[in-house]
């Protein structure tokens, strides 16, 4: 029956979840996610560990390498990941691919990120496990480029010629996913460029959607006007006859844009609660779901009724849970509770697999930690799940 995985989900079983970890990886675990749930180490880790790697200290690159890096980052390259990717893929979880490049400038660097990118779409298509890669625009073109365009402010002839290199890029890449049939989805990045980019993927989606999706658009929730934003790129795509690939988020600059807000004495566009957000969350997830055969979307969250609501809505409205149009993805080291759960039910779940060198990847391992920092008032959730499953297993 296409229904009948709803029954048995359980987000709440741990021996599901952590199957794939054994006995002292495990205990690993509980102790990497103790560390960081002190506040006062991870944030004196978040200040040190950029310079400490900088001027090369001993011992710091091998020491980030063996926690931290192991557990959210798939490898330091491609071939890395390929390890990752088989293993998610015994426990019927799919990989998206994302190179941990950000703020790319010149042009030797840029073009660095499309050959590495290419490769990803390459692999990809190699395994019936990677349905998609990610790219950030940031790291296609540099980013006062990204924030002129979106002025209007007229541009020089040199950020014109930047301004065709970055097209040219961003075409070549979709067009290579589209030739392979991989899907690539575009991050969200800080509201001063945004438009530019939403702009960008656009035009994308309208060359490489008409058949099927091959090109996403991130759409961050914790923005009041994201969602009637979702609703106003539907209809955008319905009148120029493609589809719409939509992953929903939460949002990842809260505190950046709230400063920034204030900087320049304007209301701020973040929601003014995280309950106003999610509710706005849960009605995109809704709406993308009521309009499932020409919107593809990814309910790119972790929070747990998020995921319930989407599995609940699927077995409601008697969808096939495999359907391509209907997915969920967690980031890879987090929320195994929710993935593997949603695997053994049988639905389309993905881990979002960073891959790079230590030093590229620095600002996403720093994000994580500080994610995980005081997410509940004694233990955050991650830990209380892994605590769980220790005691289960009678260790």
């Given at each position: ?9 359980d987000?709440?079983?741990t ?5 794939y970890?054994?006995n002292?990886e ?30 090369h200290f001993?011992f710091?690159s091998?020491?980030v390498?063996?926690?931290i ?14 390890k990752?990717?088989d ?12 190179y941990?490049?950000?703020?790319k ?10 050959d ?17 890669i990610t ?7 540099p ?15 040199a ?14 890449l979709c067009k290579k ?8 989805m575009v ?12 702009q960008?993927?656009d035009?994308?989606m309208?060359?490489?959607n008409?058949?099927a999706v091959?090109v996403w ?9 994201k ?19 939509a ?16 900087e ?11 309950e106003e957000?999610?509710?706005?969350y ?11 055969e020409?919107i ?41 509770n929710?993935?593997f ?33 005081a997410v509940?008032?004694d233990?955050s959730?991650e830990?209380r ?11």
């Amino acid at each position: 029956m296409a229904n009948s995985a709803f029954e048995y989900l359980d987000f709440d079983n741990t021996e599901i979840a952590f199957s794939y970890k054994s006995n002292k990886e495990l205990k690993r675990l509980k102790w990497l996610f103790k560390v960081m749930n002190n506040s006062t180490l991870v944030n004196l880790g978040s200040k040190l560990t950029p310079t400490l790697l900088k001027y090369h200290f001993p011992f710091v690159s091998t020491m980030v390498k063996e926690t931290i890096f192991k557990q959210f980052v798939g490898g330091e390259t491609i071939m890395d990941t390929q390890k990752v990717i088989d293993q998610l893929f015994n426990y019927n979880a799919l990989t998206i691919l994302d190179y941990g490049a950000e703020s790319k400038s010149g042009q030797d660097e840029l073009d660095a990120v499309v050959d590495e990118l290419t490769k990803a779409i390459e692999l990809a298509a190699a395994n019936n496990s990677v349905p998609i890669i990610t790219t950030k625009l940031t790291s296609l073109a540099p980013n006062e480029l990204l924030i002129k365009m979106q002025t209007d402010t007229l541009l020089t002839e040199a950020e014109e010629h930047e301004k065709k290199q970055l097209i040219r890029r961003l075409d070549a890449l979709c067009k290579k996913a589209y030739d392979l049939n991989v899907g690539i989805m575009v991050d969200a990045e800080e509201s001063w460029m945004q438009d530019t980019i939403d702009q960008l993927v656009d035009e994308m989606m309208r060359a490489y959607n008409q058949k099927a999706v091959t090109v996403w658009n991130t759409f961050q929730l914790y923005r009041k006007d994201k969602l009637d934003f979702l609703k106003a790129s539907f209809e955008k795509a319905e009148a120029n006859g493609y589809l719409l690939g939509a992953k929903l988020v939460r949002g990842a600059y809260m505190e950046k844009e709230r400063d920034r807000a204030s900087e320049l004495g304007v209301s701020s566009i973040i929601q003014e609660s995280k309950e106003e957000t999610d509710i706005d969350y849960n009605k995109a997830l809704t709406f993308c779901i009521e309009h499932y055969e020409k919107i593809a979307s990814v309910c790119a969250s972790h929070n747990t009724k998020s995921n319930q609501l989407q599995a609940h809505i699927i077995e409601k409205s008697k969808i096939d849970v495999k359907h391509p149009h209907l997915n969920f993805c967690q980031l890879y080291g987090m929320s195994d509770n929710l993935t593997f759960n949603l695997a053994k039910a049988g639905y389309n779940v993905a881990k979002y697999v960073p891959y790079g060198p230590l030093r590229e990847v620095v600002p996403y391992l720093i994000r994580r930690a500080q994610e995980n920092t005081a997410v509940t008032t004694d233990m955050s959730r991650e830990l209380r799940f892994i605590t769980k499953e220790i005691k289960r297993r009678g260790l």
